[in-house]
């Protein structure tokens, strides 16, 4: 099963089996809105708290890139997750609703700062042909890991929300533990001053293909967050129960475990952007599939649809991007990629829900369509350009 990884350096299968350590103590943030209700906190007061959850996932991979490169993978790991594991002590012991939001704000903020220098330090400890195996195989280790937690989170909250937060936080700490004596430190590049172009995303912005692939992957991103964010409102609206979203859930995650090694292998032959292509609009059309269904058989087609895509898009997006970046600006690369993630699931949370609500679920479901399958041809459209761009940087 896992011949489709086999010959990644051991960096990789460290931060593989410490990314599931830590996942599986991804069980306070499906379940914040049953703890806000415990300690009295509803409506307009809860959806501060979920919206400065939601801003430090914009926050802390800005931050996390330049750490990056500037203080070193390592360290930038370490602070995130530390800082996240402090502050979900704090979340809990937090008197008022303002100073849950600030929590809420801080956990997200210092663990999204951990992805840019996990991807950073997987495009280092691997060359080009291997990264996008390398990010497929951490991406199979945060969906082990997010499967198995949401198995657990249900019976562990029945016996206590403090059981969460410390699930949650000595998951962090033991994947802390895990940096600190097992990853090295890679051997830093030329500095950023050396190549004149500062400490900050300028790198970045300069990059006009860069620029061009963001929101081109930004938009599929937000297609795909519609899955977490639009699907348990129809599935609500279609008069079923919320186990039938967790079914749905649960499909999902079986299928993504059960395919993800097997279609790596089986795809690597051809063009990565190709793939992502053809992916894409597999998510597209079941993401809308989901406007059409209303039975728990409608549900499963269109989950299982989606499923499929998201196995054979993983890992490609952040190898682009890691293939993309000179060796110095890694972690700002991965940083910018990391924040155009946590846009796109922002922008579900906000935009997606509100044409949900006002403009009808058909024009979100159409809007999702037409947006996939658009990116994906844009995505096609740019292959040449990022191969020559590719084997460019690459020989450099």
Same mark, same amino acid.
């Given at each position: 099963?896992?011949?489709?990884?086999?010959?990644?350096?051991?960096?990789?299968?460290?931060?593989?089996?410490?990314?599931?350590?830590?996942?599986?103590?991804?069980?306070?943030?499906?379940?914040l809105v049953f703890f806000l209700a415990s300690r009295g906190v509803t409506g307009t007061e809860a959806s501060y708290v979920l919206g400065a959850l939601g801003a430090g996932n914009l926050l802390g991979?800005?931050?996390?890139?330049?750490?990056?490169?500037?203080?070193?993978?390592?360290?930038?790991?370490?602070?995130?997750?530390?800082?996240?594991?402090?502050?979900?002590?704090?979340?809990?012991?937090?008197?008022?609703?303002?100073?849950?939001?600030?929590?809420?704000?801080?956990?997200?903020?210092?663990?999204?700062?951990?992805?840019?220098?996990?991807?950073?330090?997987?495009?280092?400890?691997? $060359?080009?042909?291997?990264?996008?195996?390398?990010?497929?195989?951490?991406?199979?280790?945060?969906?082990?890991?997010?499967?198995?937690?949401?198995?657990?989170?249900?019976?562990?909250?029945?016996?206590?929300?403090?059981?969460?937060?410390?699930? $949650?936080?000595?998951?962090?700490?033991?994947?802390?533990?895990?940096?600190?004596?097992?990853?090295?430190?890679?051997?830093?590049?030329?500095?950023?001053?050396?190549?004149?172009?500062?400490?900050?995303?300028?790198?970045?912005?300069? $990059?006009r293909l860069a620029l061009l692939l963001l929101p081109v992957f930004g938009v599929q991103l937000f297609v795909y967050s519609l899955t977490e964010v639009a699907l348990p409102l129809a599935v609500h609206?279609?008069?079923?129960?919320?186990?039938v979203y967790g079914a749905m859930a649960a499909v999902n995650a079986v299928l993504v475990v059960a395919l993800q090694p097997f279609t790596t292998g089986l795809l690597a032959r051809f063009p990565q952007?190709?793939?992502?292509?053809?992916?894409?609009?597999?998510?597209?059309?079941?993401?809308?599939?989901?406007?059409?269904?209303?039975?728990?058989?409608?549900?499963?087609?269109?989950?299982?649809?989606?499923?499929?895509?998201?196995?054979?898009?993983?890992?490609?997006?952040?190898?682009?991007?890691?293939?993309?970046?000179?060796?110095?600006?890694?972690?700002?690369?991965?940083?910018?990629?990391?924040?155009?993630?946590?846009?796109?699931?922002?922008?579900?949370?906000?935009?997606?829900?509100?044409?949900?609500?006002?403009?009808?679920?058909?024009?979100?479901?159409?809007?999702?369509?037409?947006?996939?399958?658009?990116?994906?041809?844009?995505?096609?459209?740019?292959?040449?350009?990022?191969?020559?761009?590719? $084997?460019?940087?690459?020989?450099?």
């Amino acid at each position: 099963m896992l011949s489709s990884f086999r010959g990644l350096p051991s960096v990789v299968w460290t931060i593989f089996a410490g990314t599931i350590v830590n996942r599986l103590g991804y069980l306070v943030t499906p379940f914040l809105v049953f703890f806000l209700a415990s300690r009295g906190v509803t409506g307009t007061e809860a959806s501060y708290v979920l919206g400065a959850l939601g801003a430090g996932n914009l926050l802390g991979p800005a931050v996390g890139g330049v750490l990056a490169d500037r203080i070193g993978r390592r360290p930038t790991m370490l602070i995130g997750l530390v800082g996240a594991a402090a502050a979900q002590g704090t979340l809990f012991l937090a008197p008022g609703v303002w100073t849950m939001a600030a929590a809420a704000l801080l956990i997200s903020a210092a663990g999204s700062t951990v992805s840019p220098a996990a991807y950073a330090l997987l495009a280092d400890a691997v $060359d080009g042909d291997s990264r996008r195996r390398a990010y497929a195989l951490f991406g199979w280790g945060v969906n082990i890991g997010t499967a198995v937690a949401g198995i657990l989170g249900g019976y562990l909250a029945a016996l206590g929300y403090w059981i969460l937060f410390a699930v $949650d936080a000595g998951s962090m700490l033991l994947f802390a533990l895990v940096v600190a004596l097992r990853l090295p430190e890679p051997e830093r590049a030329a500095g950023p001053a050396a190549a004149g172009d500062g400490l900050g995303y300028g790198v970045v912005l300069r $990059d006009r293909l860069a620029l061009l692939l963001l929101p081109v992957f930004g938009v599929q991103l937000f297609v795909y967050s519609l899955t977490e964010v639009a699907l348990p409102l129809a599935v609500h609206d279609s008069g079923l129960s919320p186990a039938v979203y967790g079914a749905m859930a649960a499909v999902n995650a079986v299928l993504v475990v059960a395919l993800q090694p097997f279609t790596t292998g089986l795809l690597a032959r051809f063009p990565q952007l190709a793939v992502q292509s053809a992916g894409s609009v597999l998510i597209a059309v079941g993401v809308a599939l989901t406007g059409i269904a209303d039975t728990v058989a409608g549900y499963t087609l269109s989950v299982v649809v989606w499923s499929l895509g998201e196995v054979v898009v993983a890992g490609i997006a952040a190898a682009v991007f890691a293939n993309l970046a000179p060796s110095h600006a890694r972690g700002r690369y991965q940083g910018a990629f990391s924040w155009t993630w946590g846009l796109a699931r922002f922008a579900a949370l906000t935009l997606g829900v509100a044409a949900y609500t006002t403009l009808g679920p058909a024009a979100l479901w159409w809007t999702a369509l037409v947006a996939g399958t658009v990116t994906a041809a844009l995505t096609l459209a740019l292959t040449t350009r990022v191969a020559r761009r590719t $084997d460019h940087t690459l020989a450099a």
